[in-house]
C-alpha cells in the first residue's frame, strides 16, 4: 500500500504564513478562576450538573458543544454539532443567553447570527491555532494582489478576517460553496491548506491557497493510516478534510491502494451521517479529533470506534470543563461581542454560505 505520496503546494499564488507563535491556553483566567472559587472547589461532579441545570433556566441559556468536546460538556448539552449545524443552531436562536462550549471562532459566529442574545464563552482563550494562522491585514493584502478573485474563507477563522471574505465555508458544505462559483473565476482559498487541497482535488479545479494548518490534523500521517490498516483491514476509514494524509490518501485511492468502498472524507457532521446510515456493525477508523469517537458511539452503539492517531487533542477545546461551564453561567463570563461594523461585513459571508449550503437530515 503507497501512502507515502504527498502532494505539496505549487502554485506561485499560494502564501504561506508569517511565523508566529501558536496561541496558549496557559494561566486562563478562567482556569486560574475555578481554582480559587471557595464554591466550586466543594462541588461534585452531581453537585455541578444540578448547578449547570438550574442555571440553564433561571438564565434562559441554550448550550452549544461542537463535536471535539469532553464527554461531559457533549452529554448535558442542548445541541452538540459540528460548526455548520452550530451555526445554524445560533441563527434560529431566540433565547438571552448562547454558553458556547467550543472555541472562540464559533462564539464569534453565533454572535454574529444571534445579535440579541448574549453569548458567553467559558474559557476566553479556547483559541485555533488555524485561525491564528492569518489576519484581516494579511487577507486585504493577498486580495489586492489578485484583482476580481472570490475569497473563501474557511469558518476557523476570526471574525475580522470573515469581514474580509466573499464567502465562509466549513468542512461539510466547502465542495458546495466552491462548486457555486463561475468556473472563470479566481478563487483564494484561506487558512487550511489540506481542505483546499481536498477541494482541489476533488473539483478538478486550481484554487490559490493560504497555507495555514490545524496544528492536530496536520499531525496524522499516511504511515498513521497505514498501520492502523494492517490491524484492522477491513475497517471503514473515516478522515477529516483537514488530516494532513488526506492529499496522500485522494492519491493512493485514485491508485487503487486503499479501498474505494470503505474510505470516506468527511466533515463530523458527516461522519455522524455516515455511522447512522451504516446497517451492521463495523469497525470504524477515525482520522480526527479524538473527541469525536464519544459523539459517534452514541450515535451507532453496535459499531466500533478507534482513534488514528490516539494523542490527537485539542487543547482548546479540552480547556471547556465542567467548572468553567458554571461559573460562566453563574457570573454571565465571558461574554463574546463584535464590534459592529465587523459583524455585519462577516455576517455577509456567512449569510452567503447558509444561503448556498442545502439542508442536512
Same mark, same amino acid.
Not at 491564528?132 to 472570490?150: D, I, L, Y
Not at 459571508?349 to 442536512?360: H, K
Given at each position: 500500500?503507497?501512502?507515502?505520496?504527498?502532494?505539496?503546494?505549487?502554485?506561485?499564488?499560494?502564501?504561506?504564513?508569517?511565523?508566529?507563535?501558536?496561541?496558549?491556553?496557559?494561566?486562563?483566567?478562567?482556569?486560574?478562576? !475555578?481554582?480559587?472559587?471557595?464554591?466550586?472547589?466543594?462541588?461534585?461532579?452531581?453537585?455541578?450538573?444540578?448547578?449547570?441545570?438550574?442555571?440553564?433556566?433561571?438564565?434562559?441559556?441554550?448550550?452549544?458543544?461542537?463535536?471535539?468536546?469532553?464527554?461531559?460538556?457533549?452529554?448535558?448539552?442542548?445541541? %452538540? =454539532?459540528?460548526?455548520?449545524?452550530?451555526?445554524?443552531?445560533?441563527?434560529?436562536?431566540?433565547?438571552?443567553?448562547?454558553?458556547?462550549?467550543? !472555541?472562540?471562532?464559533?462564539?464569534?459566529?453565533?454572535?454574529?447570527?444571534?445579535?440579541?442574545?448574549?453569548?458567553?464563552?467559558?474559557?476566553?482563550?479556547?483559541?485555533?491555532?488555524?485561525?491564528?494562522?492569518?489576519?484581516?491585514?494579511?487577507?486585504?493584502?493577498?486580495?489586492?494582489?489578485?484583482?476580481?478573485?472570490? %475569497?473563501?474563507?474557511?469558518?476557523?477563522?476570526?471574525?475580522?478576517?470573515?469581514?474580509? %471574505?466573499?464567502?465562509?465555508?466549513?468542512?461539510?458544505?466547502?465542495?458546495?460553496?466552491?462548486?457555486?462559483?463561475?468556473?472563470?473565476?479566481?478563487?483564494?482559498?484561506?487558512?487550511?491548506?489540506?481542505?483546499?487541497?481536498?477541494?482541489?482535488?476533488?473539483?478538478?479545479?486550481?484554487?490559490?491557497?493560504?497555507?495555514?494548518?490545524?496544528?492536530?490534523?496536520?499531525?496524522?500521517?499516511?504511515?498513521? !493510516?497505514?498501520?492502523?490498516?494492517?490491524?484492522?483491514?477491513?475497517?471503514?476509514?473515516?478522515?477529516?478534510?483537514?488530516?494532513?494524509? !488526506?492529499?496522500?490518501?485522494?492519491?493512493?485511492?485514485?491508485?487503487?491502494?486503499?479501498?474505494?468502498?470503505?474510505?470516506?472524507?468527511?466533515?463530523? =457532521?458527516?461522519?455522524?451521517?455516515?455511522?447512522?446510515?451504516?446497517?451492521?456493525?463495523?469497525?470504524?477508523?477515525?482520522?480526527?479529533?479524538?473527541?469525536?469517537?464519544?459523539?459517534?458511539?452514541?450515535?451507532?452503539?453496535?459499531?466500533?470506534?478507534?482513534?488514528?492517531?490516539?494523542?490527537?487533542?485539542?487543547?482548546?477545546?479540552?480547556?471547556?470543563?465542567?467548572?468553567?461551564?458554571?461559573?460562566?453561567?453563574?457570573?454571565?463570563?465571558?461574554?463574546?461581542?463584535?464590534?459592529?461594523?465587523?459583524?455585519?461585513?462577516?455576517?455577509?459571508?456567512?449569510?452567503?454560505?447558509?444561503?448556498?449550503?442545502?439542508?442536512?437530515?
Amino acid at each position: 500500500m503507497d501512502l507515502l505520496h504527498q502532494p505539496e503546494p505549487h502554485d506561485p499564488g499560494d502564501v504561506r504564513p508569517a511565523a508566529r507563535p501558536k496561541p496558549g491556553v496557559a494561566g486562563s483566567p478562567a482556569t486560574e478562576a !475555578v481554582a480559587a472559587d471557595p464554591e466550586i472547589s466543594r462541588m461534585t461532579t452531581a453537585d455541578l450538573l444540578a448547578g449547570i441545570e438550574r442555571l440553564r433556566r433561571e438564565r434562559g441559556a441554550v448550550i452549544l458543544a461542537h463535536n471535539y468536546q469532553i464527554p461531559e460538556i457533549q452529554d448535558l448539552a442542548d445541541h %452538540v =454539532g459540528d460548526s455548520l449545524e452550530l451555526s445554524q443552531r445560533a441563527a434560529e436562536a431566540d433565547v438571552e443567553r448562547i454558553v458556547f462550549c467550543g !472555541v472562540r471562532f464559533m462564539a464569534e459566529t453565533a454572535a454574529i447570527l444571534a445579535p440579541e442574545s448574549k453569548v458567553l464563552l467559558p474559557d476566553p482563550l479556547a483559541g485555533c491555532s488555524l485561525a491564528a494562522s492569518v489576519t484581516p491585514e494579511e487577507v486585504r493584502a493577498w486580495r489586492a494582489e489578485h484583482p476580481g478573485a472570490v %475569497v473563501v474563507a474557511y469558518i476557523n477563522t476570526d471574525a475580522a478576517v470573515k469581514a474580509e %471574505v466573499d464567502y465562509c465555508c466549513t468542512s461539510a458544505n466547502a465542495l458546495e460553496i466552491v462548486r457555486s462559483i463561475p468556473e472563470d473565476t479566481e478563487i483564494l482559498f484561506l487558512p487550511d491548506m489540506f481542505l483546499g487541497l481536498y477541494i482541489e482535488r476533488q473539483l478538478g479545479r486550481r484554487i490559490h491557497l493560504w497555507l495555514g494548518e490545524c496544528h492536530v490534523h496536520a499531525g496524522f500521517r499516511p504511515e498513521d !493510516v497505514a498501520a492502523r490498516l494492517a490491524e484492522t483491514p477491513d475497517a471503514d476509514l473515516l478522515l477529516h478534510p483537514e488530516c494532513g494524509c !488526506v492529499s496522500a490518501c485522494m492519491y493512493a485511492l485514485a491508485q487503487g491502494d486503499l479501498p474505494a468502498d470503505r474510505t470516506f472524507v468527511l466533515g463530523t =457532521g458527516g461522519m455522524v451521517r455516515h455511522v447512522r446510515q451504516t446497517p451492521s456493525a463495523r469497525v470504524h477508523i477515525v482520522g480526527t479529533e479524538v473527541g469525536m469517537l464519544h459523539r459517534l458511539r452514541k450515535e451507532a452503539p453496535g459499531h466500533e470506534f478507534r482513534a488514528l492517531k490516539d494523542d490527537a487533542v485539542c487543547e482548546y477545546m479540552k480547556t471547556i470543563t465542567l467548572p468553567k461551564l458554571y461559573r460562566s453561567l453563574r457570573d454571565d463570563v465571558y461574554e463574546v461581542s463584535v464590534p459592529t461594523d465587523i459583524a455585519e461585513r462577516a455576517r455577509t459571508a456567512i449569510d452567503r454560505m447558509l444561503a448556498v449550503t442545502a439542508p442536512r437530515a
